[in-house]
């Protein structure tokens, strides 16, 4: 059975951190791009970071770069998918998504991923 679950999430002020978890099992994940996603209301989902198999490249959008940082950890039965962020703004108020996809190339289109967790919501206030 593929899981994609998410978990960190929360509401925090402006200017301070999160930390997102994916943990990510039923299938070889050690082998797959792994990304973060994230939807705000009466938006489309959009692209954040992805992290390929081995996590020697990583892809981030303009809006997070500097922020932001994926990380993973490749474990033998579940891939764990972090994402660290700090100095949040009010605009990255959103449910943030996990994904997986085959292949690192064209990480940013979001029909190409495989499998999804349920999200995780992300409040900061100001």
């Known amino acids: 059975q593929v899981q994609l679950v998410e978990s960190g999430g929360g509401l925090v002020q402006t200017g301070g951190s999160l930390r997102l978890s994916c943990a990510a099992s039923g299938r070889t994940f050690s082998s797959y791009t792994m990304a973060w996603f994230r939807q705000a209301p009466g938006n489309e989902r959009e692209f954040v970071v992805a992290i390929n198999s081995n996590g020697g490249m990583t892809n981030y959008a303009d809006s997070v770069k500097g922020r932001f940082t994926i990380s993973r950890d490749n474990a033998k039965n579940t891939v764990t998918v972090y994402l660290q962020m700090n100095s949040l703004k009010a605009e990255d108020t959103a449910t943030y998504y996990c994904?997986?996809?085959?292949?690192?190339?064209?990480?940013?289109?979001?029909?190409?991923?495989?499998?999804w967790g349920q999200g995780t919501q992300v409040t900061v206030s100001s």
């Open positions: 994904g997986a996809r085959r292949y690192f190339s064209g990480m940013r289109r979001i029909d190409e991923y495989e499998y």
